[in-house]
């Protein structure tokens, strides 16, 4: 099934306001010994997730809704095991909070992890940025996949089809809907993933990298990890890199080209949905959407769909 972004963030009648006082109260309830730490807001623009700092080393992460509380358990028990196989940090889970003080669903409490998201446009680095990404997407590939849960971006681009369309024909007022058509027909026609599912992170967009002086000190946010077709990851290639580095990440994987085609038809359904989705509730989301689609369209077609093994990961 198609993963389609989650609607706009309206709280559920049920769910008491997501604020200071609440975390407060949760964590003097199930951690008392962090009763006394000071807890602020942290800005972001997800629509999963509300993150607010814990003192000056934890942070306490609450899902806004069900489907997102899903993932708690799973971000618990597979990231201590990914964590040592990867280059950069990712979060560590120092506790898993109970439903309580009216709030429904269960939370983390996670390490801090320092960094700046990068502005795509405003890279220091890009080249070594490249070089980065293409080392932690090649690392978490590489990871014995025995046991993982399907991502659930784990669906073909075929599957991903009549979500895709209706996406575009709801944002063809703001893109390009006939290049963007043609681009996505092209991404259909490549060859699919012919390998075992692998490790992937799913959602490699600004908001869930750190950086620090320009270099990847972080990968965040793993409500989308588990295993797929590895082209999921190349996303990264167009929601972060400007065109002029693209090659440098993609020489420093082992892909083919229908790999490299799959991946942008990945990005471009990603952000036709988000756009999609976010035209009118998240500005901050929306123009991500546009640069990406933006993007995709400018680097025109990808190069004739090779052969081989279709399209591999870092295995």
Not at 35 to 56: F, H, I, K, Q
Not at 135 to 151: C, E, N
Not at 223 to 252: K, N, S, T
């Amino acid at each position: 099934m198609s993963r389609r972004p989650p609607p706009p963030d309206v709280p559920q009648a049920d769910v008491p306001p997501l604020d200071t006082a609440l975390v407060r109260r949760l964590v003097a309830a199930q951690f008392p010994h962090w009763a006394d730490l000071p807890v602020e807001r942290v800005g972001s623009s997800s629509t999963s997730n509300v993150m607010y700092r814990l003192g000056p080393d934890m942070v306490v992460r609450l899902p806004r809704r069900a489907g997102s509380a899903t993932d708690v358990d799973k971000e618990h028990l597979w990231l201590p095991r990914l964590a040592p196989s990867l280059p950069v940090a990712v979060p560590v889970p120092l506790g898993t909070g109970r439903p309580g003080e009216g709030y429904p669903w269960r939370w983390s409490v996670y390490r801090w992890v320092e960094g700046e998201n990068p502005v795509v446009g405003r890279l220091a680095e890009p080249g070594a940025l490249a070089a980065d990404l293409a080392a932690f997407v090649a690392a978490l590939h590489a990871v014995d996949p025995v046991g993982g849960p399907p991502s659930c971006r784990g669906e073909t681009l075929k599957e991903r089809d009549a979500a895709t369309r209706s996406a575009l024909g709801t944002v063809r007022d703001l893109v390009d809907a006939d290049a963007a058509a043609a681009a996505w027909e092209e991404a259909l026609d490549a060859p699919e993933w012919p390998g075992p599912p692998v490790w992937i992170h799913a959602d490699l967009q600004p908001g869930n990298i750190l950086l620090n002086r320009g270099r990847l000190s972080a990968v965040i946010d793993f409500e989308c990890l588990g295993l797929g077709d590895p082209a999921v990851d190349l996303i990264a290639a167009w929601y972060v890199l400007p065109a002029g580095a693209r090659d440098a990440f993609r020489a420093a994987l082992p892909l083919d080209d229908a790999a490299w085609a799959r991946g942008r038809g990945w990005a471009l359904s990603v952000a036709l949905l988000e756009l999609a989705s976010y035209r009118e509730t998240n500005a901050t989301m929306a123009t991500v959407a546009r640069h990406v689609i933006g993007e995709v369209l400018a680097a025109g077609p990808s190069p004739a769909h090779g052969g081989g093994h279709g399209g591999g990961g870092a295995r």
